[in-house]
């Protein structure tokens, strides 16, 4: 699947109204209390700044400007190291590490000024005998060390965070597995002699999206929120990997393709192209490294084929000089039989394999003699036939096998496809055991490096907002749906290489993680179509969401509420805690949220019954929520019917967010929240110290605070929770690195895990969309944007402008908060195939408003204007409906 680019996108058509942008900007500097120079000041300063120049913004982007990284700083060397700073960016010459027998080994840390991650490679230049080395990686300053920071990731990765190496000849060293997330490098020569590398750096294989390509931006007069919004669109993007992106655990190695054995995929991978391909004949030569050689003929893709498997004589399996033949289908294997070698195999020797497949008859050769033929139209039962597919091949873990000079040749004697697999471009044609087939948004740059659904709901919202490119969060959810148990629960994490649609459900009643995490993928696939108004993606998820709420329709206790049991299904986003049990607050309002957005869901997919009866289950579950978990005597939410006592952010703030609480309740709730959880000076604790959980902060649940704080009007409290949590990740120190921490500790403001740390982590990057949603102002009304909504929520903000992408084209909005008594100034550019609401700010007690020059609204009473059809006041707001005009420029005096 290939992402979209801005260029050539056909939903990505220019608004119409260009010309009433440029009009209504210089308009807007002619207004009174406006400096004419571009400037960015404190929010809370109070200080008046025009916008800036239409391309400001785009140095606040952090993304890579080329996939190959260099570091930008040497932090500190030890031992004997000559001409360091030589591998910084530009520096040429080279730098010697020298270590003496017996002497301190010689090393030195880079720096490469921000979070990036791919494949790390070092090139030599000159050596002495065959020193070896290792480099290490970590996020943050203060995890620096031999072995590097921390956990590796369990999703897609390197198994450790340092390499090693033995230097043999000059040239470059690229790592095999990808190094996600890093700032800071340490290169360590550990045996006498001397290593003289010309350069050092990663290449970058993570989402590059740059600036101008961005689908959407968001500025203001507060520079530290501008950071914010730009950190959050950073740490995504290391977070997205494109398709086929992931080296796998295939690599060109001494002239062959090496493919070590691998549990992901069940270890095969095939090539990318001859999915059609009928009766044709595939050679190679094998060489056996460790027990087996497998190879796939007619494949359609790596769980479905026909599969052979060569034993060598020193196989420890229990079958040695024997190739095995199966039928693979959605990842079962099925036995076609086995028959020995005529000869033995032996290790590390090359062999010629060839396999023709012709109708049903299936022929492998071994070294020109015929080995077996299989007759695939008496097979099993349980088997399944494949007239046409691609070839590829397949270690496990526990082997290891060498292919070079492959070649297909149809029965037509054409060549269909031939390759030495002695370069690294050989890889590219094939999606190897180990890597993604379909772009992938993971929960974190360097751990836990897998799709998590409750992160998608948060990491969805900002991919909208900011680089749009949906696909990342379509194909996530594709691959999570398309592993449903029979149940109809739906994992909350998958590796990116798992592979998607293996067949009939999968067999069980839970799995991966949690119930929680479950009912996250319904929430994230609302957001998804509401978003981008995808509806042949919605109608395929459909049944997917159906089976789901019918499963959780079944975990209802005698209460009519949602029960968890600990150690089974009752885990949530704070994995260091124990699970909760029992009618779990948060859990419940969760289930709510998931029955309103399968209402919705359930009516854009046609089926009105579905809806109707999702709608009265959510309603009848927020009068059973309200009745037994709302406390009276606190005015909050309990943590669950079994923990009366302590307090809950999240189930509190997604009350809120979420309509559960009633809205008299809701300033109270917050209010109370602030009063419990505020206590540290890094972010609001996620539960009263009298709870008995972790005090780590959690900048995921805080951004539904967050959320909440500005859908309720809130903005203040919102500002403050921003400038604390927020502005703390991103301020100078050790720790930062451009992107959003997984956590903070409430003790001292550091990483929450310490090493162990995410310090690039997707589900904290809520600030991004929650700026552009509600600050900014603009949100969809039904999908895909047909209709939307531009309310600002200024603030002490001074101005405010941006762009928000829809699959219609973009929406541009400005506005500027003059000085008191002088009025709000809005400009709002839309397709002229959409139509909204504009919610304009005012004040006192006769506002005046214009829309376009023309006054629609005076003493209380609406008078109609070009594209403005209605008009009603509430809640310091005049809400206007307007038509599909394209732009309107709205200043309320």
Request: glycine share 12%.
């Amino acid at each position: 699947m290939t992402l979209r680019h801005r260029a050539g996108r056909p939903h990505r058509k220019r608004p119409v109204g260009a010309a009433l942008v440029l009009g209504s900007v210089l308009a807007l500097l002619a207004q009174p209390g406006l400096s004419p120079s571009a400037g960015a000041v404190s929010a809370s300063s109070g200080s008046r700044a025009s916008g800036p120049k239409a391309s400001d913004w785009q140095s606040y982007v952090e993304t890579p400007a080329k996939a190959d990284v260099c570091p930008t700083a040497v932090v500190r060397t030890s031992g004997t190291v000559a001409g360091a700073r030589n591998l910084l960016c530009g520096g040429s010459g080279g730098t010697t590490l020298t270590t003496a027998e017996g002497g301190a080994a010689a090393s030195i840390v880079l720096d490469y000024g921000k979070e990036v991650g791919g494949l790390p490679y070092f090139t030599v230049s000159a050596r002495t005998g065959t020193p070896s080395f290792t480099a290490s990686y970590s996020e943050g300053l203060n995890y620096v060390g031999p072995s590097g920071d921390g956990s590796a990731p369990w999703g897609d990765g390197d198994s450790a965070r340092s390499d090693s190496y033995q230097v043999s000849s000059t040239g470059t060293i690229t790592n095999r597995f990808v190094q996600g997330g890093e700032r800071y490098e340490q290169i360590t020569l550990t045996t006498p002699g001397s290593l003289t590398l010309g350069k050092a750096g990663i290449h970058y294989i993570a989402d590059r999206t740059q600036a101008k390509d961005y689908g959407g931006y968001f500025v203001s007069s507060s520079d530290q929120l501008n950071k914010i919004w730009y950190a959050g669109a950073y740490t995504l993007q290391t977070d997205l990997a494109p398709a086929h992106s992931l080296p796998g655990n295939w690599t060109v190695a001494d002239g062959a393709l090496d493919v070590g054995g691998s549990k992901l995929n069940d270890g095969a991978g095939t090539l990318n192209s001859g999915t059609s391909w009928g009766d044709y004949t595939s050679t190679f030569q094998a060489r056996i490294q460790l027990n087996q050689a497998g190879w796939l003929v007619r494949a359609q893709g790596a769980q479905d084929g026909y599969l052979f498997i060569l034993n060598d004589s020193s196989d420890s399996t229990g079958a040695p000089n024997t190739l095995q033949e199966f039928d693979l289908h959605a990842g079962a294997y099925t036995s076609l039989g086995s028959v020995p070698l005529p000869a033995a195999v032996a290790a590390d020797s090359w062999h010629t394999v060839a396999t023709s497949v012709s109708g049903s008859s299936l022929t492998v050769s071994l070294d020109g003699t015929r080995v077996a033929t299989v007759d695939t139209s008496a097979m099993p039962s349980d088997a399944v036939a494949y007239p046409a597919g691609t070839v590829g091949f397949r270690e496990f873990a526990g082997e290891e096998a060498s292919f070079k000079d492959l070649t297909v040749v149809g029965s037509d004697g054409r060549t269909l496809f031939k390759d030495g697999l002695d370069r690294a471009a050989s890889l590219a044609k094939f999606t190897p055991a180990g890597s993604n087939a379909l772009p992938s948004v993971l929960d974190g740059a360097r751990r836990d490096r897998a799709i998590w659904s409750g992160d998608i709901n948060t990491e969805g919202l900002t991919d909208y907002y900011s680089v749009d490119n949906p696909e990342y969060i379509k194909q996530s959810l594709d691959l999570l749906g398309s592993r449903q148990l029979s149940s109809g629960f739906v994992p909350g994490a998958l590796a990116p290489a798992a592979v998607p649609h293996l067949g009939p459900l999968t067999p069980g009643s839970t799995t991966t993680y949690s119930a929680s995490y479950s009912m996250y993928f319904v929430t994230a696939l609302a957001g998804y179509y509401l978003y981008t108004g995808d509806h042949a993606f919605l109608a395929q998820e459909w049944p997917a969401v159906q089976r789901e709420l019918a499963w959780n329709a079944t975990q209802l206790d005698a209460n009519g509420l949602f029960a968890t049991k600990g150690g089974v299904d009752g885990a949530d986003w704070d994995f260091y805690d124990s699970d909760k049990g029992g009618e779990v607050s948060a859990y419940n309002i969760l289930y709510y949220k998931a029955l309103v957005d399968g209402a919705s869901l359930a009516a854009a997919a046609g089926d009105a019954s579905a809806a109707a009866t999702y709608t009265a289950d959510a309603q009848a579950l927020k009068t059973r929520i309200n009745d037994r978990l709302y406390n009276p005597a606190t005015g909050l939410y309990r943590i669950s019917d079994t923990q009366p006592t302590g307090t809950a952010q999240d189930a509190n703030a997604l009350a809120v967010l979420w309509g559960v609480a009633p809205a008299s309740q809701d300033a109270a709730i917050l209010a109370k929240l602030k009063t419990e959880l505020w206590t540290t000076p890094y972010g609001p604790l996620p539960y009263s110290r009298d709870a008995g959980y972790s005090e780590l902060i959690s900048p995921f649940v805080s951004g539904f605070e967050l959320q909440a704080r500005l859908a309720t009007g809130d903005t203040a409290d919102a500002e403050a929770l921003l400038d604390t949590e927020w502005g703390h990740m991103i301020a100078p120190g050790p720790d930062q690195t451009g992107t959003l921490w997984e956590n903070i500790s409430s003790t001292d403001g550091t990483p929450g895990l310490g090493a162990g740390a995410s310090l690039s982590h997707g589900w904290s990057t809520a600030p991004t969309s929650a700026l552009s949603g509600y600050v900014l102002g603009v949100q969809p009304a039904t999908a895909g944007f047909a209709t939307w909504t531009v309310q600002p929520h200024p603030g002490d903000l001074a101005w405010s402008q941006g762009r928000v992408p829809t699959p219609h084209g973009d929406i541009d909005v400005r506005w500027t908060a003059q000085q008191p008594g002088h009025g709000f100034s809005l400009t709002v550019t839309a397709p002229r195939s959409t139509s909204g609401t504009i919610a304009v700010p005012v004040s006192g007690g006769n506002p005046v408003v214009t829309v376009n020059g023309r006054t629609v609204w005076r003493h209380g009473a609406f008078t109609p204007a070009a594209g403005v059809t209605a008009a009603h006041a509430g809640s310091g707001y005049l809400y206007l409906t307007v038509g599909r005009q394209g732009g309107f420029t709205v200043v309320s005096t």
